[in-house]
């Protein structure tokens, strides 16, 4: 296949679902009901957006799931399909709603029955550039990734992957579709290849700040402009969202590595927790790691539930700031409500009790300015897509970051950094 065919297949298959939604805008066809496959923004997005690396986007795509128009159609239902689940009333959009920037809004994701789980769901935006899937990286491809939810109990809840198949595989419209696509009936490794294709169509670019990036200097503010300058010096944010502490990214915004950044350690009695992990969970049992993160406390273990070594404790994967003022709440857990609320968290350099914590995490002694730089900054992130969300989501927290504000400590900010307690034998 010629290295052009690959993108060119990627936009032809746009190119024909964006034909459809036109067709149907002109004959009065309805929109379908909220989170649906019909939804403009379930859409595949358009591969000509400002700043979209288009060298990473091919490389993206793995040479044995290539991307077909008719694949990436077949992946899109699947991903609203809610006879994946065990009870029929759960899809993979229901935390990855697109009318929520493929998210759900909650500080942890709810499964069937009203199971509440322990992780924030994060957004599969740009998620075909990540090195590895989930908080923790269990699951490296987003074909393996797509797996996990539809056995989780906490989740989809079908007690193996085959089970789910067989709610689909008695529909004449998926039967002919998993033989037009693969030239077989339904079954587990082609849906989750039809998933992940779908899944690797949500690009998302178009922000200000590519287009500040592309040359236009009045793209964004200056108050953005100083949180940029902010980001890469004194707030230290190129420590993980850069690909090197001296080479800034301006395409995904992450070192693709863990960090222990000081969430959940003083809520969770970790040196039990890894305890417990030891004895009772083997690195490569992948399905008992799912059930723990999604589960149990032991999610708080984060990577060390993968790696079992020490330094991983209670470390997640740096995500991807695009977009980030339209995917909260924020962090692995969900806990913090604003941009605000985050930026507090780093500038007091949180930690105190917490052996494990990253180097780079300090007290930073930013102003109240700063912050607010640090913020225009991130807000310019936002792609045109979800420019009208992002607007309502700056009015709403900037209105809460006046008046509640749990994480600010001025004094911590602008004090020394403390010093690192000895890690538990």
């Known amino acids: ?33 909220p989170n649906s496959e019909a939804d403009p923004l379930a859409q595949p997005k358009s591969l000509q957006q400002v700043g979209l690396p288009v060298e990473a986007t091919r490389a993206a795509i793995p040479a044995d799931n290539l991307q077909t128009p008719e694949k990436i159609s077949l992946g899109q239902k699947l991903f609203f399909e809610r006879r994946l689940s065990a009870d029929g009333t759960v899809s993979c959009s229901t935390c990855h709603n697109p009318e929520l920037a493929f998210t759900d809004r ?61 709610q689909i595989a008695s529909v004449e419209e998926y039967q002919q579709a998993f033989q ?79 960090h222990n950044i000081g969430i959940g350690i003083i809520r969770h009695n970790v040196v039990a927790l890894a305890g417990q992990a030891e004895k009772l969970i083997n690195s490569v049992d992948t399905a008992a790691i799912d059930r723990a993160a999604i589960q149990h406390d032991m999610s708080v273990l984060g990577r060390f539930l993968i790696t079992k070594q020490e330094k991983d404790t209670a470390s997640f994967k740096t995500p991807d700031v695009r977009n980030v003022l339209v995917t909260g709440p924020y962090f ?27 180097e780079d995490i300090q007290p930073l002694a930013l102003t109240e300015s700063d912050i607010d730089d640090l913020v225009a900054f991130l807000v310019s992130l936002t792609s045109a897509t979800y420019k009208e969300q992002g607007a309502a989501e700056l009015a709403r927290q900037r209105a809460l970051s006046r008046t509640n504000r749990p994480q600010r400590d001025t004094a911590r900010a602008f004090g020394p950094k403390p010093p690192r307690p000895a890690q538990p034998k």
Not at 226 to 237: D, H, Y
């Open 1 to 33: 296949m010629k290295s052009v065919s690959i993108l060119g297949v990627i936009v032809a298959g746009i190119a024909t679902l964006i034909a459809g939604c036109d067709r149907s805008a002109k004959t009065g066809s309805p929109k379908g009901p």
């Open 180 to 258: 037009r696509v693969f030239g077989r009936p339904p079954n587990g490794p082609d849906l989750l290849r039809a998933i992940a294709s779908y899944e690797r169509t949500q690009v998302s670019f178009d922000s200000p700040f590519d287009r500040f990036i592309a040359g236009d200097n009045n793209a964004i503010d200056t108050s953005a402009k100083r949180g940029w300058e902010l980001f890469n010096t004194q707030a230290r944010c190129n420590k993980c969202h850069a690909l090197t502490d001296t080479q800034p990214d301006v395409t995904v915004f992450t070192d693709n590595d863990f």
């Open 106 to 166: 909650k500080s942890t994701s709810v499964g069937i029955k009203g199971r509440v789980g322990q992780r924030n769901a994060p957004t599969i935006l740009n998620a075909l550039y990540n090195k590895t899937q989930f908080w923790d990286g269990r699951a490296k491809t987003l074909e393996e990734q797509a797996g996990f939810p539809i056995v989780n109990p906490s989740e989809m809840g079908h007690p193996n992957l085959d089970a789910a198949v067989a």
């Open 332 to 358: 692995h857990d969900g806990s913090q409500d604003t941009l605000w609320d985050v930026m507090d968290h780093y500038n007091k350099g949180d930690g105190l009790h917490n052996p494990w914590l990253d």
